[in-house]
């Protein structure tokens, strides 16, 4: 099992900033990546970023240039630096997790942060 939680959500002004954090605790040794998605009001869950225990990253078209993910694989936490904010940011962003158990990976999720930007 492994529980997130995420931190850093709020009301930005667009071309403003936010940074958002994500904790992993319990069997955080089997994360194998760990990524940031987004739903929008009457939306789908659509991914952000995703970036795996070895560094690699990967970023949704709408995101690139502006938003960047990294992660601390000592504290077990992931972050995601969000610069140069749009309205079409607004959205509850939910922190994941993949964890190998076995041979299987299973999806873990945080509970949200409401990211809102306007002026």
């Known amino acids: 099992q492994v529980q997130l939680v995420e931190f850093g959500g709020g009301l930005v002004q667009p071309g403003g900033s936010l940074r958002l954090s994500c904790a992993a605790s319990g069997s955080a040794f089997a994360i194998v990546a760990m990524g940031w998605y987004r739903q929008a009001p009457g939306k789908q869950r659509e991914l952000v970023a995703t970036?795996?225990?070895?560094?690699?990253?990967n970023y949704a078209d709408s995101v690139k240039g502006r938003f960047t993910i990294s992660r601390d694989n000592a504290k077990n936490t992931v972050y995601l630096q969000m610069n140069s904010l749009k309205p079409e940011d607004t959205a509850v962003y939910f922190c994941n997790a993949a964890v190998l158990q076995g041979l299987v990976a299973y999806n873990y999720w945080g509970q949200g942060t409401q990211v809102t930007v306007s002026p």
């Open positions: 970036i795996s225990s070895g560094g690699s990253t």
